[in-house]
């Protein structure tokens, strides 16, 4: 049966999909420097010249947000390529085989998962050292492991005894051919909506570090840090935070639609 894109992933393709070539123009052109400072522009309104106004500097918001939202862009990609690559190996792994290493590995996500993720990610970042982005990524990363391990061993434990991969056995296919060929494809309709989650978890995990001062710090722009920078600003320039928090809430908005409509074409499909 073909599959139809419903109209949640239909929207959330959309909305990421524009979010996704603001970043891209912003890592090669910005309308202003994302650092220039104007004394005699300080606090302007939103208008023709600067869309997003200005900051207390005089820095155009717009051209801020543009390289805060490849920051936080990327560190969300990323540290949701950590999570997944390195999950999915472990889940795969422990789901198809069991035994021993399964039951400890398995604990061991247990003990991890009943933390809170961005608590977890707050020790880490003091044995690493705040305010480098690639920290924040390792952090998080790290954190988000167990979830995608948990998300994977029971797919793949789900499929190991089925028809399908009891003949690839007596016809003798490797077990990493079986992983790999016969299991994996056939847990993308349960891997790529966790991917769509944990990119949103990632998002305001993120911004919540960098909020707090212990994520991104200057020169490297991030929406979170522009975030705690506008709240102190907000009587005067509350454009600031409503365009900084916007974008904020339009890439968790726009991955939730998509992991949405995945999970309700997977379920109409089935």
Known sequence: MKKRMNGFLRAG????????????????????????????????????????GTDNF?????SRVMKGAGT?????AMTVAIGAVFGTAIGALTGYFGGIVDDILMRVGDALTAFPS????????????????????????????????????TAFASLRDVNYIKSARLMGASSGRILLVHI?????????????????????????????GIGVTPPDASLGYMLSEAQGMFTRAPW???????????LVFGA???????????????
Not at 23 to 47: I, N
Not at 58 to 62: K, T
Not at 127 to 133: N, T
Not at 185 to 210: D, H, Q, R, W
């Open 13 to 52: 393709l959309v909305i990421t999909g524009l979010l996704t070539v603001l970043v891209l123009v912003g890592c090669f052109w910005t309308p202003y420097s994302p650092t220039a400072m104007s004394g005699g522009e300080k606090y302007l309104a939103p208008c023709l010249a600067h869309p997003f």
């Open 58 to 62: 005089g820095r155009d918001i717009l």
């Open 72 to 76: 936080t862009f990327s560190i969300g």
């Open 118 to 153: 961005i608590l977890l990610a707050l020790v880490v970042i003091s044995i690493l050292g705040p305010g480098s982005k690639y920290n924040v990524v390792l952090a998080l990363g790290i954190v988000f492991i167990p979830s995608f391990a948990r998300v994977t061993r």
């Open 184 to 212: 994996l494809p056939n847990t993308m309709n349960v891997l790529l909506p966790a991917i769509t989650i944990g990119f949103n978890n990632a998002v305001l995990a993120e911004a919540s570090m960098s909020y707090l």
């Open 240 to 250: 600031y935070a409503l365009c900084t928090g916007g974008v904020i809430v339009a």
């Open 256 to 270: 939730g639609l998509i992991g949405e409509g995945l999970q309700r074409r997977n379920g109409e499909v089935a």
